[in-house]
């Protein structure tokens, strides 16, 4: 267990498996940072696109979901890129520069609208009117900005996870 010191008050543990002989605390810090970026596309796919959550228990649909919902993820993924870019460019266009809170696309939102529109999209044969639907679900995401807020501490929440992913409340998306 590595401590290492957040700010005056806070201190947070950190467990690795790295030795202490080849990386110091600051190096471990280092590493953790660099790793959050992962722990938040964890908690996207866990939490929000519901990979764990299966239509069945034979290894084809779970090999069916997994593959799909990665697939769905990607896309978004591809989706939240293109849109944060071109909020940025609209931003430097219209000279408004970034204060302390960096601006992007809600994921949440860009879920929601994703989910709506992406099966009616691949839908479209013609690559052409395809690609101007995308770029209009784009539009609409730009319409959802918010401002990247320092992160608040939670409090703890007590959940029944015992029915967490059950197969017959499996959602559309």
Same mark, same amino acid.
């Given at each position: /267990?590595?401590?290492?010191?957040?700010?005056?008050?806070?201190?947070?543990?950190?467990?690795?498996?790295? @030795?202490?002989?080849?990386?110091?605390?600051?190096?471990i =810090?280092?590493?953790?940072?660099?790793?959050?970026?992962?722990?938040?596309?964890?908690?996207?796919?866990?939490?929000?696109?519901? &990979?764990?959550s299966?239509?069945?228990? @034979?290894? +084809?649909?779970?090999?069916?979901?997994?593959?799909?919902?990665?697939?769905?993820?990607?896309?978004?993924?591809? =989706?939240?890129?293109?849109?944060?870019?071109?909020?940025?460019? &609209? @931003?430097?266009?219209?000279? &408004? $520069?970034?204060?302390?809170?960096?601006?992007?696309?809600?994921?949440?939102?860009?879920?929601?609208?994703?989910?709506?529109?992406?099966?009616?999209i /691949? $839908?479209?044969?013609?690559?052409?009117?395809?690609?101007?639907?995308? /770029?209009?679900?784009?539009?609409? /995401?730009?319409?959802?900005?918010?401002?990247?807020?320092?992160?608040?501490? +939670?409090? =703890?929440?007590?959940?029944?996870?015992?029915?967490?992913?059950?197969?017959?409340?499996?959602? +559309?998306?």
């Amino acid at each position: /267990m590595v401590k290492v010191k957040i700010n005056d008050k806070t201190d947070e543990l950190l467990l690795t498996n790295l @030795l202490k002989e080849e990386f110091d605390t600051k190096d471990i =810090a280092n590493l953790y940072g660099r790793r959050w970026g992962i722990e938040i596309s964890y908690n996207t796919l866990k939490n929000k696109i519901k &990979i764990e959550s299966f239509t069945g228990f @034979l290894p +084809s649909f779970v090999y069916q979901d997994f593959f799909a919902q990665t697939f769905i993820y990607n896309i978004l993924q591809d =989706a939240l890129h293109l849109a944060n870019s071109k909020l940025k460019l &609209i @931003l430097y266009k219209r000279q &408004i $520069m970034y204060n302390k809170n960096y601006k992007n696309i809600t994921e949440n939102d860009a879920i929601g609208l994703l989910k709506e529109k992406l099966i009616k999209i /691949m $839908m479209i044969v013609d690559d052409e009117i395809r690609f101007n639907e995308y /770029m209009k679900l784009i539009t609409e /995401m730009l319409k959802y900005i918010s401002e990247v807020r320092p992160e608040k501490p +939670s409090k =703890a929440r007590i959940k029944n996870l015992s029915n967490k992913y059950n197969c017959n409340l499996k959602p +559309s998306f």
